[in-house]
């Protein structure tokens, strides 16, 4: 008989260590991270999820299952052991053979375990449902059931920064980043992103049924048009109507080497430009003007961005283009070199 309770003894150890285990197992694991694992079709991640979609049903039946168990060990061990061994017993054993190490083991391994004894809890979920099933009806009501807890800005900023100073992760620096790039990026006030717009390189024209009036220029270095577009020496020259409202963007370095070097007998200057978007918002970000850039399908299939000029028209107004955005994107991440004048080619500079 005694050969018999010690059978028991064993058993209920290896079931109190389970239940000490599977608790810290399955819930010291993030919902967050079990959905990722499952939306890269991990089968452990899913079944352990199926146990986090009850939550407090799961815990219940673990807590009930561990109680249950433990109580039982307490009796059957005071049936064969008395005094100083009964404590010696309970104290030492049970706390190192049942909680000790199933909860450092299962902690290091936890979906895996966890996945491979589910079978063991819903057994368990279907024994002690008439108990368990209302304890976590009722905590369903009070609490609610399990979010998944989502990361904040500010959090990811720091997340991504430990990956990138942890010698065991897979993201690079540059990677890292490039993330750090673009997850600040919306939050950049327009006054700070862009240059100031040169008085210059605002040229007023008129207007007929909103197209702009572009007077006749000449192939020739000395035409005044030419050299009106060139002195700013800026990318974009900002195309105003009568009122002073900008309508256009011109790109003077394709729109002068086109004439200079004939590309065609009549070069047609508004395939040179394009409708900015215009912000008169002095505390706009920048994040609420980028939805409004224009991605379209180009050459070999390639994605290409139309429409990437911000202009934030306003006392000191400045002017964004997809270039600026793109560099600060690449900021800590390519080398840095002093800018060169790039309107148009250095021959032609010299003439004008």
């Given at each position: 008989?005694?050969?018999?309770i010690?059978?028991?003894?064993?058993?209920?150890?290896?079931?109190?260590?389970m239940?000490?285990?599977?608790?810290?197992?399955?819930?010291?694991?993030?919902?967050?991270?079990?959905?990722?694992?499952?939306?890269?079709?991990n089968?452990?991640?899913l079944?352990?999820?199926?146990?986090?979609?009850?939550?407090?049903?799961?815990?219940?039946?673990?807590?009930?299952?561990?109680?249950?168990v433990?109580?039982?060990?307490?009796?059957l061990?005071?049936?064969?052991?008395?005094?100083?061994?009964?404590?010696?017993?309970?104290?030492?054993?049970?706390?190192?053979?049942?909680?000790?190490?199933?909860?450092?083991?299962?902690?290091?391994?936890?979906?895996?375990?966890?996945?491979?004894?589910?079978?063991?809890?819903?057994?368990?979920?279907?024994?002690?449902?008439?108990?368990a099933?209302?304890?976590?009806?009722v905590?369903?009501?009070?609490?609610?059931g399990?979010?998944?807890?989502?990361?904040?800005?500010?959090?990811?900023?720091?997340?991504?920064?430990l990956h990138?100073?942890?010698?065991d992760?897979?993201?690079a620096?540059?990677?890292?980043?490039?993330?750090?790039?673009?997850?600040?990026?919306?939050?950049?006030l327009?006054?700070?992103?862009?240059e100031?717009?040169?008085?210059?390189?605002?040229?007023?024209?008129?207007?007929?049924?909103?197209?702009?009036?572009?007077?006749?220029?000449?192939?020739?270095i000395?035409?005044?048009?030419?050299?009106?577009i060139?002195?700013?020496?800026?990318?974009?020259?900002?195309i105003?109507?009568?009122?002073?409202?900008?309508?256009?963007?011109l790109?003077?370095k394709?729109?002068?080497?086109?004439?200079?070097?004939?590309?065609?007998?009549?070069?047609?200057?508004?395939r040179?430009?394009?409708?900015?978007?215009?912000?008169?918002?002095?505390?706009?970000?920048?994040?609420?003007?980028?939805?409004?850039?224009?991605?379209?399908?180009?050459?070999?299939?390639?994605?290409?961005?139309?429409?990437?000029?911000i202009?934030?028209?306003?006392?000191?107004?400045?002017?964004?283009?997809?270039?600026?955005?793109?560099?600060?994107?690449f900021?800590?991440?390519?080398?840095?070199?002093?800018?060169?004048?790039?309107?148009?080619?250095h021959?032609?500079?010299?003439?004008?």
């Amino acid at each position: 008989m005694e050969i018999i309770i010690w059978i028991a003894i064993v058993l209920c150890l290896i079931q109190s260590g389970m239940f000490s285990g599977l608790n810290l197992a399955i819930f010291s694991l993030s919902k967050l991270e079990l959905e990722v694992e499952a939306k890269k079709k991990n089968v452990k991640a899913l079944k352990v999820l199926k146990y986090r979609s009850n939550s407090n049903f799961t815990l219940v039946t673990i807590l009930w299952g561990n109680v249950a168990v433990n109580v039982l060990l307490a009796l059957l061990a005071d049936s064969v052991l008395a005094g100083i061994s009964a404590f010696i017993f309970s104290t030492v054993i049970i706390t190192f053979f049942a909680e000790i190490i199933p909860q450092a083991y299962f902690s290091r391994h936890a979906i895996q375990v966890a996945a491979i004894l589910s079978p063991v809890l819903r057994f368990y979920q279907f024994i002690l449902f008439p108990i368990a099933r209302p304890v976590a009806f009722v905590l369903d009501k009070w609490l609610g059931g399990e979010g998944i807890r989502v990361f904040k800005e500010r959090d990811m900023h720091h997340l991504i920064k430990l990956h990138i100073e942890s010698a065991d992760s897979d993201i690079a620096k540059m990677e890292g980043k490039g993330a750090l790039n673009f997850l600040a990026i919306d939050d950049v006030l327009l006054s700070d992103e862009g240059e100031a717009v040169a008085p210059d390189s605002i040229i007023k024209l008129d207007f007929v049924e909103n197209s702009p009036v572009f007077p006749q220029v000449s192939s020739s270095i000395d035409d005044a048009f030419l050299k009106q577009i060139y002195q700013p020496r800026k990318k974009w020259i900002i195309i105003t109507d009568s009122k002073d409202v900008p309508k256009l963007v011109l790109r003077a370095k394709d729109y002068i080497a086109a004439v200079l070097f004939k590309e065609s007998e009549n070069v047609d200057p508004l395939r040179f430009c394009q409708k900015p978007i215009v912000a008169l918002d002095s505390n706009q970000r920048l994040g609420k003007y980028l939805p409004e850039f224009k991605v379209s399908s180009g050459k070999s299939g390639k994605e290409v961005i139309e429409n990437d000029v911000i202009l934030f028209w306003t006392e000191n107004p400045r002017i964004i283009s997809g270039g600026d955005i793109l560099g600060r994107l690449f900021r800590g991440i390519g080398n840095s070199i002093s800018s060169a004048d790039e309107t148009v080619p250095h021959s032609v500079q010299k003439s004008l």
